[in-house]
């Protein structure tokens, strides 16, 4: 049985509707630390989680996405390669651009699939 994107709409958003409906947000003052024993963050974490799962399928093509795909691993790679080639491992405001032309400049080069890469092997 295949589960279609209207049934992975109408699950989210009425998941999204119970987790509304446990606090009353017009309510002073505001829940402390803690919404029917949950954590605050954790509650309005999983409220922006439905929502962005909401959007993102609401913009694939075919109304389904790689959950995987969307995600900070490339964020986190290019940070990565920005904080590798500054000078001190911190990139500072006024070096960013420089810094992000290179790495677009080496990662242009690295997937240049015409690119010439000669390896020499040696007898030791």
Do not use: W
Request: proline letters at 6%; one cysteine or more; a negative charge.
């Amino acid at each position: 049985m295949k589960i279609t994107y209207g049934d992975i709409k109408h699950s989210f958003r009425r998941y999204r509707e119970f987790l509304l409906s446990l606090v009353d947000l017009g309510e002073f003052p505001p829940p402390g630390t803690h919404i029917c024993g949950m954590p605050k963050q954790l509650y309005e974490a999983t409220i922006s989680s439905i929502d962005a799962q909401l959007a993102l399928y609401a913009l694939a093509k075919q109304g389904s996405y790689n959950q995987r795909a969307v995600g900070s691993q490339v964020c986190e790679g290019l940070f990565s390669d920005i904080a590798s080639i500054s000078p001190n491992g911190v990139p500072r405001s006024v070096e960013v651009d420089t810094l992000m032309a290179r790495i677009c400049g080496d990662t242009i080069v690295r997937l240049d699939p015409e690119r010439f890469v000669q390896i020499t092997e040696t007898d030791y």
